[in-house]
């Protein structure tokens, strides 16, 4: 059984591309936190604030591009310790397996507040469509297609099963699986020419101050209450905390905000930023967050967390 699971272990760091570690409880592989992105403009964004976080306290950050259920996978095997992008309800069937064997732990909300559900250009609002069961009586206009992002990704899975019970009478429908960058690309598109379009849109985003948009109501079963309001939570493989206590407790008290997510995203997409240059901007201009976060938090060597950072910041 130990070699069976050494040789699974082994076949999911080659396939996603991380080193096997071995962690000892006084804390011996702690100095890099390994990472996931799935390619999301606000889990960049928090994720750089978290590098900026760990460089400055002497840890290492290492990010792996991976969609959101290959990051529960590395989780599980260990193979990453933490991801920042759990939004719920909308990744439930993808995260309940996983939460239900505890081989992995939701540490807490990092994000509340956040939105994330279909949504229409404000002109197409005004045409008639609010809600989910606006859309089938304009299908020709939207040419019956809704727009997604990358194939896999838990909110496509929803849009999916919505259109193969035909819900909304959305007959004939089909859902255009992209990338958020391609999805954002054909809504750019369409804005530019008063077309009707229907894609997936969410808060934090820098789409909400680019466009005029619209939330739809109605989608609830799919999205959750409230136009799709959503959690963002932290997630890490079960033993992180209390293996790598220093950083665990770091991870655990590490929230964010929407306002500072959209900043952080507007300077990276709009100002051409890197994602770290945008972080260190941001915690600048805003450092009373760092001592929430910094509470009881020290360096790799062990001294006081927050005097670190602020120094790395050169406040």
Same mark, same amino acid.
């Given at each position: 059984?130990?070699?069976?699971?050494?040789?699974?272990?082994?076949?999911?760091?080659?396939?996603?591309?991380?080193?096997?570690?071995?962690?000892?409880?006084?804390?011996?592989?702690?100095?890099?936190?390994?990472?996931?992105?799935?390619?999301?403009?606000?889990?960049?964004?928090?994720?750089?604030?978290?590098?900026?976080?760990?460089?400055?306290?002497?840890?290492?950050?290492?990010?792996?591009?991976?969609?959101?259920?290959?990051?529960?996978?590395?989780?599980?095997?260990?193979?990453?310790?933490?991801?920042?992008?759990?939004?719920?309800?909308?990744?439930?069937?993808?995260?309940?397996?996983?939460?239900?064997?505890?081989?992995?732990?939701?540490?807490?909300?990092?994000?509340?507040?956040?939105?994330?559900?279909?949504?229409?250009?404000?002109?197409?609002?005004?045409?008639?469509?609010?809600?989910?069961?606006?859309?089938?009586?304009?299908?020709?206009?939207?040419?019956?297609?809704?727009?997604?992002?990358? %194939?896999?990704?838990? &909110?496509?899975?929803?849009? @999916?099963?919505?259109?193969?019970?035909?819900?909304?009478? !959305?007959? $004939?429908? =089909?859902?255009?699986?992209?990338?958020?960058?391609?999805?954002?690309?054909?809504?750019?598109?369409?804005?530019?020419?008063?077309?009707?379009?229907?894609?997936?849109?969410?808060?934090?985003?820098?789409?909400?101050?680019?466009?005029?948009?619209?939330?739809?109501?109605?989608?609830?079963?799919?999205?959750?209450?409230?136009?799709?309001?959503?959690?963002?939570?932290?997630?890490?493989?079960?033993?992180?905390?209390?293996?790598?206590?220093?950083?665990?407790?770091?991870?655990?008290?590490?929230?964010?905000?929407?306002?500072?997510?959209?900043?952080?995203?507007?300077?990276?997409?709009?100002?051409?930023?890197? %994602?770290?240059?945008? &972080?260190?901007?941001?915690? @600048?201009?805003?450092?009373?967050?760092?001592?929430?976060? !910094?509470? $009881?938090? =020290?360096?790799?060597?062990?001294?006081?967390?927050?005097?670190?950072?602020?120094?790395?910041?050169?406040?």
């Amino acid at each position: 059984m130990r070699a069976h699971a050494a040789v699974m272990a082994l076949g999911l760091s080659l396939a996603i591309g991380l080193p096997i570690q071995t962690f000892a409880a006084g804390g011996t592989g702690c100095e890099t936190v390994n990472m996931s992105d799935p390619g999301w403009s606000d889990i960049g964004a928090t994720n750089a604030v978290a590098g900026v976080v760990l460089k400055a306290l002497d840890y290492r950050q290492q990010i792996q591009n991976l969609s959101v259920a290959l990051a529960f996978q590395g989780l599980k095997t260990g193979q990453l310790d933490v991801f920042l992008g759990n939004w719920m309800p909308a990744q439930q069937p993808v995260i309940e397996k996983y939460t239900r064997d505890g081989s992995v732990k939701v540490v807490g909300a990092n994000l509340n507040s956040a939105k994330f559900t279909l949504a229409v250009p404000d002109y197409v609002a005004q045409g008639g469509v609010k809600d989910f069961a606006d859309l089938a009586k304009y299908a020709d206009r939207f040419d019956h297609k809704i727009y997604g992002i990358a %194939p896999g990704a838990p &909110a496509n899975q929803n849009i @999916k099963k919505m259109l193969d019970k035909h819900d909304f009478n !959305l007959t $004939g429908w =089909t859902l255009v699986e992209s990338s958020e960058s391609g999805m954002l690309a054909q809504v750019e598109r369409a804005q530019g020419k008063q077309q009707w379009i229907v894609f997936l849109g969410w808060e934090p985003h820098a789409m909400n101050t680019r466009y005029k948009l619209t939330y739809l109501s109605g989608g609830d079963s799919y999205f959750g209450p409230n136009y799709g309001s959503a959690t963002v939570n932290t997630v890490t493989r079960k033993d992180f905390s209390t293996q790598c206590p220093n950083t665990g407790r770091l991870f655990s008290q590490l929230t964010f905000n929407v306002d500072l997510e959209n900043r952080i995203i507007k300077r990276v997409l709009d100002d051409k930023q890197t %994602p770290d240059q945008a &972080a260190r901007e941001e915690l @600048k201009q805003h450092p009373e967050v760092l001592a929430a976060w !910094l509470d $009881g938090v =020290t360096t790799r060597q062990g001294q006081p967390g927050l005097p670190a950072v602020r120094q790395a910041l050169e406040l």
